[in-house]
């Protein structure tokens, strides 16, 4: 039911692509932006995990540098019953982890330098399952394509808003600009497109992430060390910056943002305390 849930919140968000496209121009307008879309979605799908790991400057580590990561991964891939993924280090002090890839045979989990020294082997047990979670359910792949297409909306809305106001922007009354009732329909397209895109990416972002948390639990065999991995997690993402592109927010186990407070106002990642509250009510 969360799949597809999911995967019609990414249609919708298509949909809106393409109707900015028939606002601005018409049918063809439609047709150019639904290939858009199409493009956006084949690249996401190939490229998504080098995507991630170049935007947070990630790099591959070796069995040798850390042993007991490994140790960890190969046995929770296994208990999850997936391909073990590619490991990779994140260079920031904030304590995070991601996963990335289009599915179980072209994954990759990444943790930060900072949490290698904060979380138990238990916690840290918790926050990989969770990661594993999303590699097994393809939650990746379905987040960084609402991701793209949620940006694009954005960003095609913005370049909008400047060709409105120098007049070289509302379709003609045969493409279907309709004079000022097609300039007033396509002001508010682009006025309400950005703010819809937004919340379908974060009511996505947010379910995958409740369900990563009750998976992970069961991978994991236990519930109380992811619970006690996020409240760590939390506090540190608040003190710690970390520099990182927006637009890969959505894949962090917390909100690497979250010290920020419009991060916080327009989160891709549930409330902390709720997620804590529903691990613990699981008592695995």
Known sequence: MNNIKAFLL???????????????????????????????????FFFSDKIAIKMTHSRPVLESEAPELYDIVR?????????????FITPSQQPNAFATGRGPA????????????????????????????????????????????????????NMLQWGLIFGGIGGSDDEGGGGILGLA?????????????????????????????????????RSEGLAGALLKLERGAQQIPMQVNPAASHL?????????????????????????RRLEEMKI
Not at 15 to 42: D, K, R
Not at 75 to 87: D, E, K
């Open 10 to 44: 990414m249609g919708f968000l298509t949909v809106l692509l393409v109707l900015i496209g028939n606002a601005v121009g018409g049918s063809s307008g439609a047709m150019l932006f639904f290939g858009i879309a199409l493009v956006m979605n084949f690249i996401t």
């Open 75 to 87: 046995r929770l891939s296994g208990q999850a019953g997936i391909p073990m993924p590619s490991i």
């Open 106 to 157: 072209h994954a990759a989990v990444a943790v930060t330098e900072g949490i290698m020294g904060l979380l138990s082997r238990t916690e840290l047990e918790g926050v990989l399952a969770h990661e594993l979670s999303h590699v097994k359910n393809r939650d990746v792949l379905i987040g960084t394509i609402a991701a793209s297409l949620a940006g694009a909306i954005t960003m095609i809305a």
């Open 185 to 221: 329909g396509t002001l508010l397209m682009i006025i309400l497109a950005p703010i819809a895109a937004m919340l379908i990416q974060m009511a996505i972002s947010r379910s995958r992430e409740f369900e990563a948390d009750a998976d992970g639990a069961h991978i994991a065999g």
């Open 252 to 276: 962090f186990i917390v909100n690497p943002l979250s010290g920020q407070a419009m991060a916080r106002l327009f989160s891709t990642h549930p409330p902390i305390e709720e997620r804590v």
